[in-house]
């Protein structure tokens, strides 16, 4: 029998962050499924909803973990992880069909799980259907580990193993499972590439690559540079950050002891890959900026850029800082792998689902066909007359008390829906630099107490981050910020004029009432490390003005908007390489009074950390080096221009028809920043599906 198989993509991924997977079907009080810690995951079901309405053939898979990334609380002000049970007593969920018949094996060399697929259907609004299937580890209580959290604490050795069991296991019964149904269906193991195209969303699933060659050697006889010729047909690569963790390095000896099949392979294919480097004519130290195995570890961002057919950014700059900086000798002998494909997000979820008083307004103004084709929001731009510019802020107006109302519900803080809304909520990481922001936050408290700012518009700093368990200096910032939200909270003379809001829990059903509501999205990440973001995206659909630094997808945002519609501040990352060797934070101390004074509120006793010494460890990280360089992400390089442009956009808001307009702009200009067309570029260029 010939397999007439049409060509189908699979997106590997080691999180969903799917939220309330159907919500839109009435199921109010269902758990979020928190799958996934931040934009990594959400990009990954943004793409499977785009697909499934455009009718194409994605599935996805990854694994079906027992907990989320965790429940958050705040307890003093201080984050407090909770186990997140986001499945029913029973373990089960309304949504995941369990597939007995079809679950497999996964063989370590001291024990074998068994991976049993669970199957999510991602139903289009044109009723096309794909399946994402997760798997869920059993068979022993050493198994069942395997799925039971999301990125287990790796700082140990038994960490960084589960961590490897981990990606192995969603990424073995995954490959077996492709290469097992296409020989079935009387495919040949030469034809699996023109039936099968695989995505790899960053390095955590990298061991699909070593598992196809091996199982294509071992299993079905091909020649083991013939596997490799299968894989390299096979495979795709997005790179999604620059930061040394994403771009994993797994200890051989580790993987040696768990996987040695795997182990055996990865050498084979990093000897392979050096006949071939030195046939291209490498030099020594491209030969080992490119090797697979070096240094007595396995670098999996090297094996997946070797194999993969493409190997993508996630935006303009980002990928051009991969070819340039990160991966420049991988790009200097195989340039037609690289490609860029700027993230993208469904409107469906961040704009007719979350917003629909928007939603409707847009629908008056150019009718309603841009709910299948967000590209035709674009005639937005012909209704901002002043009629319809006092609409728009009166849909603000209200997204915004609704935001107010639900932050006093619960997190049992009062906000004034007619004060600006500055939101940041994103995973903490001192690269993303809510620290700046906080610090910020400081230097305009002490404005307005001295009188040195006046006339401020009265405001609201909201935030929301999940700090991963074993991160303090993130769990640091968590506390700082809270701090500052008592004592500006709590003084007489800025209690009417600014507030501060740490939210509890970010998370999927969060981000749909915060975005809709933000009048300023902070986007602050020091130049050069953000890849893309996509919850800037989210906050331009719904009407908002960025105030960000010229980093990831900011750059395309300001673009298409335009920069006297947004806010840009501070270095960029031609600017930052300037000045990272001879850069010293303690001058600007000593310089700048009121940047000297908001960073004394880490050690003046003014604000309480519990004795922890949180405070005088942040401190410590902008004035001297530690485990890196002192303020290694240029937070008071870039504060005194953030304060001035946070300051910016308070005044603009008085202005409530040109803000307005600003907004509207935003809007106008979002289509571009659609997953719909996201997906379809990866569709023709890469998948060819």
């Known amino acids: 029998m010939e397999n007439k198989k049409k060509r189908e993509a699979y997106y590997f991924s080691i999180e969903f962050l799917i939220g309330r997977l159907f919500k839109v079907n009435g199921y109010e009080d269902l758990e979020d499924g928190a799958l996934g810690s931040g934009g990594l995951g959400r990009l990954a079901a943004c793409f499977l909803d785009s697909a ?21 609380a705040v307890k003093d002000g201080f984050q407090v992880e909770l186990p997140d049970i986001w499945q029913d007593k029973s373990g089960g969920d309304p949504w995941g069909a369990r597939r007995e018949d079809e679950k497999r094996e996964v063989k370590f060399a001291d024990f074998t799980a068994t991976a049993v697929p669970y199957d999510y259907p991602i139903i289009g609004e044109n009723g096309h259907a794909n399946v994402l299937r997760f798997w869920q580890a059993e068979g022993s209580a050493e198994a069942e580990k395997i799925s039971e959290y999301l990125y287990p604490d790796d700082s140990a050795d038994a960490g960084k193993i589960l961590r490897i069991r981990q990606e192995y296991f969603f990424s073995a019964a995954s490959v077996g499972e492709l290469i097992e149904g296409h020989i079935k269906r009387g495919g040949k193991t030469t034809d ?23 199982l294509l050697t071992a299993r079905y006889g091909v020649v083991f540079a013939d596997a490799v010729n299968l894989a390299r047909q096979t495979f795709n690569y997005t790179n999604h950050t620059i930061m040394a963790e994403a771009l994993e390095r797994w200890d051989a000896k580790l993987v040696k002891r768990i996987l040695p099949e795997i182990h055996s392979v990865m050498k084979k294919i990093d000897a392979y890959a050096k006949k071939e480097f030195r046939r291209k004519g490498c030099l020594g130290g491209d030969v080992k900026a490119m090797e697979i195995y070096g240094g007595k570890q396995f670098r999996m961002a090297n094996l997946a850029v070797f194999i993969g057919a493409s190997v993508n950014g996630v935006a303009k700059l980002h990928t051009e800082i991969l070819k340039a900086e990160t991966l420049k000798e991988a790009y200097k002998y195989y340039p037609d792998k690289f490609n860029n494909k700027t993230n993208g997000i469904t409107h469906r979820r961040w704009l007719t689902h979350c917003n629909g008083e928007l939603s409707a307004w847009i629908d008056k103004k150019v009718g309603t066909a841009w709910r299948g084709d967000i590209t035709q929001i674009k005639a937005l731009e012909e209704h901002a007359d002043a009629a319809a510019l006092e609409q ?128 300023i999205s902070l986007q602050i990440s020091a130049a050069g490390l953000e890849a893309s973001g996509t919850g800037n995206m989210k906050f331009m659909l ?6 960000g630094t010229m980093d990831g997808a900011n750059i395309e945002i300001v673009a298409l908007a335009g920069k006297e519609n947004n806010c840009i501040f501070g270095a960029g990352a031609d600017d930052i390489r300037r000045i990272e060797k001879t850069y010293d934070p303690n001058k600007i101390l000593r310089d700048d009074a009121r940047i ?10 003014k604000l309480d950390d519990g004795g922890t010494g949180y405070f005088k460890e942040l401190h410590t990280s902008l004035t001297e080096k530690t485990y890196n360089a002192a303020d ?58």
């Open 392 to 519: 728009l802020l009166a849909v603000k107006r209200q997204k915004k008390a609704q935001l107010a109302a639900y932050i006093k519900e619960k997190e049992g803080a009062e906000i004034n829906p007619d004060s600006v809304f500055y939101i940041q909520v994103k995973r903490l990481h001192e690269y993303k630099c809510q620290f700046m922001a906080a610090l910020g936050i400081l230097a305009i408290y002490d404005g307005i107490k001295d009188g040195s700012i006046r006339d401020f518009t009265p405001s609201a700093f909201i935030f929301g981050a999940k700090a991963v368990a074993g991160y303090k200096r993130a769990k640091a910032t968590i506390k700082f910020i809270n701090e500052i939200a008592r004592l500006v909270g709590s003084d007489p003379q800025t209690k009417g004029l600014l507030r501060v809001v740490f939210v509890q829990n970010y998370n999927v059903s969060y981000a749909e009432r915060l975005m809709p509501a933000a009048d």
């Open 192 to 214: 699996f590439p023109a039936a099968h195209t695989v995505q790899l969303n960053d390095t955590h699933p990298v061991f699909a690559l070593a598992e196809f060659v091996r």
């Open 52 to 72: 499934a309405n455009l009718g194409l053939l994605l599935h996805g898979r990854g694994i079906r973990y027992k907990y989320g990334l965790f429940k958050q």
């Open 632 to 689: 290694r992400y240029f937070v008071l390089y870039d504060l005194p221009a953030f304060v001035e442009a946070a300051l910016k956009v308070n005044g603009d808001y008085k202005d409530r028809l040109g803000f307005a307009r600003k907004l509207l702009v935003n809007i106008a200009n979002a289509a571009y920043f659609s997953s719909d067309r996201t997906v379809r570029e990866y569709a023709a260029d890469i998948w060819r599906i």
């Open 542 to 547: 719904n009407g908002a003005v960025t105030l």
């Open 596 to 605: 000297q004074k908001a960073v004394s509120y880490l050690t003046n006793g």
